[in-house]
């Protein structure tokens, strides 16, 4: 055979392969193990902690009425060739497409996928200039982010299978990007995301909602990333975080009467702030009808639940001692008690070592895979203790405020921590016969 005959097929191949990876990630591939995308089979998969952003064009149902289906395509191909680079910039895996939706996964870190969801809005503003001088209206987008343990594999049947990635992180994503519609904020990510960057500081974040997901025993706190915002937006954004996220906390404690008054300070700064716009009106709402269908009756104080066990006895009896220090520094820190707070905070840093250090000892001492996921989690926590302890022990906020701090970076983070991750960690040793 001579050397152009043997080189034929190699082109074929070659090409096949790149066509397969249009539809099948060669990124995926090497997350399967697999060389080459005829090694595939139905029902390989892997399990790892990655971060998952799904976005969406907002209105784009009314916008595709308006014109016929051929420019319909050529307009969701251009907008979706436009964003398909950002987020392989940032190395992110572009799972699938959902009509002009793009579900994408980011197997690096969060900081991929929170750069990412910046950058697309960024070049959405470019992209929207292109559009205006076409003579078509600009068009918005959400972007909803979370992260946590998915499964990712083949599914299907023996005639067509298709990738995949499953889990509640992959549900809560989907469920945020919805979720951007709701305070006309395009970026929005969990406090899973939140804590799972490498510095909090150099983004532009404030905390936007805490919301009751189904499946899930604790409430989910919900962050807003505004960094793509226009620049008057955003300066202003930063300048009524102090009064924003007083006024917040005050309307999640069922006090919209002193959540009002500081709204009203922020829309005076930032009229173009649609989530203080949002508060505004639930806060008149609340006032003259009660708690309405957005209320969540914050918990009066938290307890220990049956739910909340992982099924290991050392570990669920030093879950069950955090919980209470929790609910103890909750009642001090109301009743402005600093003296004994500043105890209970002594007191739960001690747990908190203790805690950790046994969690740490097991994982170590039964391999457990997601070690290294798992302790990062715990030095994300041990950072948003340290800051929290901070501002309860200078005593310059206001009580409700730092009430509203312990639920959310305590009390929501331990049982979400404790029904997610442990729960993981604790199905993994009961099968290597602990109890």
């Not at 046994?358 to 340290?386: C, G, W």
Request: charged residues 25%; hydrophobic residues 40%.
């Amino acid at each position: 055979m001579s050397d152009t005959e043997s080189a034929e097929p190699r082109a074929v191949m070659n090409a096949t392969e790149m066509a397969y990876g249009r539809f099948v990630p060669h990124q995926l591939l090497r997350l399967l193990k697999r060389p080459s995308i005829i090694d595939v089979q139905l029902g390989d998969h892997v399990e790892q902690e990655m971060s998952l952003l799904f976005s969406d064009i907002r209105d784009f149902t009314t916008l595709s009425e308006s014109i016929l289906p051929a420019e319909n395509f050529r307009f969701i191909n251009s907008y979706l060739s436009t964003m398909e680079p950002v987020v392989g910039r940032h190395n992110g895996i572009i799972d699938k497409y959902i009509g002009d939706g793009i579900m994408a996964l980011f197997p690096g870190s969060a900081d991929d996928a929170v750069r990412s969801g910046i950058d697309m809005l960024n070049q959405l503003t470019t992209y929207n200039i292109g559009r205006s001088r076409a003579g078509f209206v600009p068009i918005r987008i959400g972007i909803g982010i979370n992260t946590g343990l998915v499964m990712m594999g083949t599914v299907g049947g023996h005639n067509r299978m298709d990738s995949t990635v499953i889990g509640d992180a992959v549900n809560l994503a989907s469920r945020l990007e919805g979720l951007t519609k709701n305070y006309g904020t395009p970026l929005v990510i969990s406090a899973n995301t939140l804590h799972a960057l490498e510095d909090q500081e150099v983004y532009n974040i404030r905390f936007i909602d805490r919301l009751r997901i189904k499946g899930r025993y604790q409430s989910q706190a919900v962050y807003e990333v505004f960094d793509a915002d226009p620049e008057p937006l955003r300066l202003a954004k930063q300048a009524t975080l102090h009064d924003f996220e007083e006024a917040l906390a005050c309307y999640h404690l069922g006090r919209a009467d002193l959540a009002q008054p500081l709204l009203q300070e922020c829309l005076r700064i930032t009229p173009d702030d649609r989530a203080v716009r949002v508060y505004l009106e639930r806060c008149k709402d609340f006032l003259r009808l009660g708690p309405g269908e957005h209320e969540l009756p914050m918990e009066k104080e938290v307890d220990w639940r049956r739910e909340y066990s992982i099924g290991i006895r050392e570990i669920d009896t030093l879950h069950q001692e955090q919980l209470s220090c929790i609910a103890r520094l909750e009642r001090q820190v109301e009743a402005g008690d600093s003296a004994a707070a500043s105890a209970s905070l002594d007191s739960f840093a001690e747990h908190n070592a203790l805690l950790n250090s046994s969690v740490e000892n097991l994982m170590q001492r039964y391999n457990y895979p997601f070690i290294t996921d798992h302790l990062k989690q715990h030095a994300a926590f041990d950072r948003a203790f340290a800051e929290l302890r901070r501002e309860i022990e200078a005593g310059a906020r206001n009580p409700l405020y730092l009430l509203f701090r312990i639920r959310l970076l305590l009390a929501d983070w331990q049982i979400n921590h404790t029904t997610k991750s442990d729960l993981h960690l604790g199905h993994f040793l009961q099968r290597a016969g602990v109890s």
